[in-house]
């Protein structure tokens, strides 16, 4: 049976502002918000009483990069017992806070944060809630191995020779899922991923609508993370867009946490592939997300998301090998020193062999544009009013950008 954490720490949360008659608020280790408690007593419900640093972390679930190195200084990460930081302004923290380390086995997984109130809670108080963090710590660790089977079990439908290595991964996902495994599911492909290391990923609860997420190999040496997003219906698509707007959102802004907020201006973009109600058809699905990734990152008309059903002639050039794009007869025109014949060649052909069309999109006269494609010609040895040539030529300069 799937385990499903948030009730469990909803009501933990709560036991602690209950406990010390003060709002709470847990985050993992990341400062990814899991759950928090506004205890109702007067003024703590007052929107003055909050700072921008704990409003941004309930609304938009997660602190900046800046926000926690700022409260790291502090020796969060290093700390047994609470730790009381005191109002800085100017950092945007206008209240003093009480961080509560939550630790299991000695590894820190995350930190419950309290807002300061006179008289505030004793030391006996605090000492309970610590204990509160105990099983709030080892939560945390179920629910992380829960999170890294799920990865497993997902990587290996993917990644699966069809037969009966297939059909296994995905009796174990489905059994792993269990009623999260019903229903429509999208399957979305975030690429390049700067890390194969189950750490460096975000957690599928902190992604909307993930039920699974996991690093897949990208090409030789790259990595690209695999979403399975769970859908309403096949025509409701929002979720899996929404999920791949917020990875990469994180990525360019580096903001996030752990690889989401690494290797900010590296070009990255996601895929989506057509929405599935069998686990088994998931493969087909990942083939999908991933050449529609491709495509995004060739052509950035079609991204930064891309959906199989968009991407057009990629549908069949990113099911062709590697190097198609290297024909005897297009090569030469590929070098760099032709690359500005090689796109208004890709132009001509865009634009359905029409001239005026050609030049106006390219800001050039049309004497210059014929000039550009007789050069095309001698360089490739083509004949532009050959429908088969233009074909090749077409097909080649597509596949190169791949």
């Not at 995350?110 to 300061?116: I, N, P, Q, R, T």
């Not at 204990?131 to 080892?138: D, F, H, K, L, M």
């Not at 990469?248 to 752990?258: K, V």
């Amino acid at each position: 049976m799937a385990a499903d954490y948030k009730g469990d720490f909803q009501e933990l949360v709560d036991e602690i502002s209950e406990l010390l008659g003060v709002p709470a608020t847990l985050e993992n280790r990341d400062f990814e918000l899991i759950a928090f408690g506004a205890y109702d007593s007067e003024g703590d419900l007052d929107p003055s009483a909050l700072d921008p640093v704990r409003t941004r972390s309930i609304l938009t679930r997660r602190s900046t990069t800046a926000v926690r190195t700022w409260f790291e200084g502090f020796g969060i990460t290093r700390a047994t017992g609470p730790v009381r930081i005191p109002p800085t302004p100017e950092a945007g923290v206008y209240r003093g806070r009480i961080c509560l380390p939550v630790r299991h086995r000695g590894v820190v997984l995350g930190y419950v944060w309290l807002l300061e109130s006179e008289p505030g809670p004793t030391d006996a108080q605090l000492t309970a809630a610590m204990e509160v963090t105990v099983r709030i710590g080892a939560l945390l660790a179920d629910e992380a191995q829960h999170g890294a089977d799920l990865s497993r079990e997902l990587r290996a439908v993917l990644t699966a020779e069809r037969g009966w290595q297939g059909d296994m991964a995905v009796a174990a996902l489905r059994t792993a899922l269990g009623p999260r495994g019903d229903g429509p599911h999208a399957v979305v492909c975030v690429a390049p991923w700067p890390s194969a290391d189950p750490d460096d990923a975000p957690s599928a609860r902190t992604v909307p609508h993930t039920t699974a997420l996991c690093t897949v190999p990208w090409g030789t040496s790259a990595q690209s993370l695999a979403l399975l997003v769970r859908l309403r219906s096949p025509e409701a698509r929002t979720p899996a867009l929404t999920a791949a707007q917020r990875l990469l959102g994180e990525s360019e802004a580096g903001a996030g946490a752990g690889a989401a907020g690494a290797g900010a201006g590296v070009a990255r973009a996601a895929g989506v592939g057509e929405p599935r109600t069998d686990l088994a058809d998931l493969p087909a699905a990942w083939q999908e997300a991933s050449a529609s990734a491709r495509a995004a990152l060739a052509e950035p008309a079609l991204g930064p998301i891309a959906h199989w059903s968009a991407i057009g002639p990629y549908r069949l050039l990113t099911a062709l090998p590697a190097d198609t794009a290297h024909d005897p007869a297009v090569r030469p025109l590929l070098s760099p020193a032709h690359r500005d014949l090689a796109r208004t060649a890709e132009t001509y052909l865009d634009c359905a062999g029409q001239a005026g069309r050609t030049a106006a999109a390219l800001g050039i006269h049309r004497q210059t544009l014929y000039y550009r494609l007789s050069r095309v010609e001698q360089l490739t040895g083509l004949d532009l009013d050959d429908g088969e040539d233009r074909l090749l030529l077409h097909m080649a300069l597509k596949g190169a950008r791949l």
